[in-house]
């Protein structure tokens, strides 16, 4: 079955940095996308930002493109999200996701996901 294993996440002063890994097992499928999500308290998941298995493309939400990088790993089956300039409005919990996907198909919208981590707390503060 598909298991999803995030890691990296702790504790960081504003204007730093954290590398989150994703270790992703069982995707079988040549098309599939594996996102990053967060949930901070009191609030919506929130999509942050994709990336295919066929071609590496990637798609980042308005809220972390020019700090968030997207990346895959395909000899050790992780994707990474590498977050920089952080600031204390990004403290929440992040997830990996993965879903099943047309070729070509992009999407952060939490509802196309099928399988989830369980997710790794991210805290801004000084």
């Known amino acids: 079955q598909v298991q999803l294993v995030e890691s990296g996440g702790g504790l960081v002063q504003p204007g730093g940095s954290l590398r989150l890994s994703c270790a992703a097992s069982?995707?079988?499928?040549?098309?599939?996308?594996i996102g990053w999500f967060r949930q901070a308290p009191g609030k919506e998941r929130e999509g942050l930002s994709c990336?295919?298995?066929?071609?590496?493309?990637?798609y980042y939400a308005d809220s972390v493109k020019g700090r968030f990088t997207i990346s895959r790993d395909n000899a050790k089956n992780t994707v990474n999200l590498q977050m920089n300039s952080l600031k204390p409005e990004d403290t929440a919990v992040y997830y990996c996701?993965?879903?099943?996907?047309?070729?070509?198909?992009?999407?952060?919208?939490?509802?196309?996901?099928?399988?989830w981590g369980q997710g790794t707390q991210v805290t801004v503060s000084s």
């Open positions: 996701a993965a879903t099943r996907v047309p070729r070509g198909h992009l999407t952060i919208w939490k509802i196309e996901y099928d399988y």
């Open positions: 069982g995707l079988t499928s040549d098309y599939y996308v």
């Open positions: 990336i295919s298995s066929h071609d590496g493309s990637t």
